[in-house]
C-alpha cells in the first residue's frame, strides 16, 4: 500500500498564530484514492530544519506533500531547499506560471515587481503545477522513487492544487481502496460508548479496525476502516456490521458520515413539511448560527430571537413575570414558556429555547455553572431536560447548543 507523509511550513504554525487545517484536508483526499498517510509535521521557516525534515521523510514514505515557503518574502524559503534536495542547482522561468502572476497583479491593482515574477522560477528538474488561484505554483519532484509535491500554505491554494496532485498519484503510481465507513453519536460519552460496544469490537475481522474520534461539543465518531482485504469487505457484510450497531447504541446514533446534527434535524423538518424557529439565552444566538450554515435551511428555519436580558424574554416571547420571579430565568418553566412564545411569534411547527448558565461566573450551589435547561415544542408536544456540563464558556455555549438540537432531533426521531 503507498504511503504518506505530510509536512507544513511556517513558524506562524508553531507559534499557534493560525490554525493547521491543511493536513487534515490533504490527508481526507489521499484516503479516498487509497494513499495512507502515516505521518503529519510541521517545521518552522528554517533551511536547514525544513530540509533535514524533508530528506527523512523521503526515507519513510512513498508520497511526500509539503505545504508553505513559497511566498515572495524572504522568510518563504522552501523552494530554495526543494533544488538543492532534488539536485537542480539551477532554476527555470515558467512562462505560464509568470502570464498568471501578471494577469492577478493587474487585476489587484498590485505593480509587477521582481519579488512577484522570481515565484515563476522553479528548480530545472521539476513539474510545475500551475496555480491559477496565486502567484506560487505547485512543484511536483521524482527522486529516488518518492512522488516529492510542494504547494502553497494558502489553504485555497492548496485545495485547487490538490485535485492535480491527485491525478498525479494515480497516474504514475498503482493504488489500493481503502475502506471507511463513519457513524455518528451524541449523548453518551466515549468511556460509555467503548463500554457498550465492547464485544462487538472484538468481534470484528482483523482486517477491520475501529477508531473512536470524540469531540467534547459534537459527540463521538465511530469510524471503521479497513485497509487490506477490502475484497472481502462486502456491501452486506458492513451492513450486517452496522444493523449490529445500531442495535446495541439506538438512538444514540444520528447519523452517517458527513451527517451533523443540523443537517438530520433539517431533513427530518423537510421530510414532514414543519418548520422550526428559536429562544436563546445562554447559547446567545449559537443555535440560529448552526442553523443558517445550511444551505436552503430558509425553507424550515423562520427565526429566532436572543432573549438573553429577562426583560426580552416577557416583552417578547411573553413570559410571565411570575415564573421569572418564582422559578428562575434558568427553569424548566422559564424555558417552556420561552419555546412557545416563540411558536406564537413566529408561526412555526416546532420551536427550540435554551437557558443557562454558561459561566464563568453566576451560578449558585442550586444551579451551578454548566447548567442547561432546554425546551421543545411541538404540535401536541412539549418535552424538556436538564444538564449539567463542564467547560468553559465558550465549550458551554457550544455544548448547550449541540445538546439542544439534539433533543429535537429525539423528538423528531420518537414521533
Request: proline share 3%; hydrophobic share 40%.
Amino acid at each position: 500500500m503507498l504511503t504518506a507523509s505530510i509536512l507544513t511550513i511556517g513558524d506562524e504554525i508553531l507559534i499557534g498564530q493560525i490554525v493547521d487545517s491543511n493536513k487534515s484536508y490533504i490527508s481526507g483526499l489521499l484516503n479516498l484514492i487509497g494513499v495512507k498517510v502515516i505521518s503529519h509535521q510541521s517545521t518552522g521557516d528554517d533551511e536547514f530544519t525544513i530540509e533535514s525534515s524533508i530528506v527523512k521523510l523521503l526515507k519513510e514514505s512513498d508520497i511526500i506533500i509539503v505545504t508553505g515557503g513559497l511566498g515572495p518574502t524572504k522568510d518563504d524559503i522552501t523552494k530554495k531547499v526543494l533544488g538543492k534536495i532534488s539536485g537542480s542547482n539551477d532554476f527555470k522561468l515558467d512562462k505560464k506560471q509568470l502570464e498568471i502572476i501578471k494577469a492577478i497583479c493587474l487585476k489587484r491593482g498590485i505593480e509587477l515587481s521582481s519579488l512577484n515574477k522570481d515565484q515563476a522560477l522553479v528548480p530545472e528538474k521539476c513539474t510545475v503545477l500551475e496555480n491559477t488561484q496565486g502567484t506560487a505554483p505547485g512543484m511536483m519532484f521524482e527522486i529516488n522513487g518518492r512522488l516529492l509535491f510542494s504547494l502553497p500554505g494558502v489553504p485555497y491554494e492548496m485545495q485547487y492544487l490538490m485535485k492535480e496532485v491527485l491525478n498525479k498519484i494515480s497516474s504514475l503510481r498503482q493504488t489500493e481502496t481503502i475502506f471507511h465507513k463513519t457513524i455518528n453519536t451524541f449523548g453518551i460519552p466515549e468511556s460509555e460508548l467503548a463500554t457498550k460496544i465492547s464485544a462487538w469490537e472484538d468481534s470484528l475481522p482483523f482486517n477491520y479496525k475501529l477508531a473512536y474520534l470524540p469531540n467534547p461539543a459534537r459527540g463521538v465518531k465511530l469510524r471503521l476502516s479497513v485497509y487490506q482485504g477490502v475484497d472481502n469487505c462486502t456491501p452486506d457484510k458492513v451492513k450486517q456490521l452496522f444493523t449490529q450497531l445500531y442495535s446495541i447504541i439506538g438512538d444514540s446514533i444520528y447519523g452517517e458520515e458527513e451527517e451533523t446534527l443540523e443537517s438530520v434535524v433539517f431533513q427530518s423538518l423537510t421530510k414532514r413539511g414543519e418548520t422550526l424557529s428559536i429562544a436563546e439565552s445562554c447559547t446567545g444566538g449559537e443555535i440560529s448560527s448552526i442553523f443558517t450554515t445550511l444551505p436552503g435551511v430558509s425553507s424550515v428555519f423562520k427565526g429566532g430571537v436572543v432573549a438573553y436580558d429577562n426583560k426580552a424574554k416577557i416583552n417578547i416571547l411573553g413570559v410571565s413575570k411570575s415564573i421569572i420571579e418564582e422559578s428562575g430565568a434558568v427553569s424548566e418553566e422559564c424555558v417552556v414558556a420561552m419555546a412557545e412564545g416563540a411558536k406564537r411569534l413566529f408561526g412555526t411547527d416546532w420551536a427550540i429555547a435554551t437557558s443557562g448558565i454558561a459561566g464563568p461566573s453566576g451560578g449558585s450551589e442550586e444551579k451551578p455553572v454548566g447548567t442547561l435547561w432546554v425546551a421543545i415544542s411541538g404540535p401536541g408536544i412539549t418535552t424538556t431536560n436538564k444538564a449539567i456540563f463542564s467547560g468553559d464558556r465558550e465549550r458551554n455555549i457550544i455544548r448547550f447548543s449541540s445538546a439542544s438540537i439534539n433533543l429535537l432531533r429525539k423528538a423528531l426521531q420518537n414521533l
